[in-house]
């Protein structure tokens, strides 16, 4: 099992900066993967950013530029670090592990921040 603990998050203007960090405890040997999702008011769920252990980034099309994915392997975390923000911005940002050990791989959830970009 592989908890995850999201902080950051909150209100603030287009143009505006927000950092999103995720903490994650429990089997974290197993991790292979870590990532950053978003979901809108009547929108579907979508990946916005990753990063593997190998150190390879992914970047939605709408933030890449915008936004930067950075991992510390020590201390188990991953962050989001989000500037020139613009209203549809505006989601619950979700950080998700990808897990691979014995039993299969999995993938775990955190419980959800919410992102506000005011226009």
């Known amino acids: 099992q592989v908890h995850l603990v999201e902080s950051g998050g909150g209100l603030t203007q287009a143009g505006g900066s927000l950092r999103l960090s995720c903490a994650a405890s429990?089997?974290?040997?197993?991790?292979?993967?870590m990532n950053w999702y978003r979901q809108g008011v009547g929108k579907e769920r979508e990946l916005v950013a990753g990063?593997?252990?190998?150190?390879?980034?992914d970047y939605a099309l709408a933030v890449k530029g915008r936004f930067t994915i950075s991992r510390d392997y020590a201390k188990h975390t991953v962050d989001l670090q989000m500037t020139s923000l613009k209203p549809e911005d505006t989601a619950v940002y979700y950080c998700?592990?990808?897990?691979?050990?014995?039993?299969?791989?999995?993938?775990?959830w955190g419980q959800g921040t919410q992102v506000t970009v005011s226009s």
């Open positions: 998700t592990a990808d897990s691979d050990c014995a039993g299969g791989p999995r993938h775990y």
């Open positions: 990063a593997t252990n190998g150190g390879t980034t």
């Open positions: 429990g089997d974290t040997i197993c991790i292979s993967a």
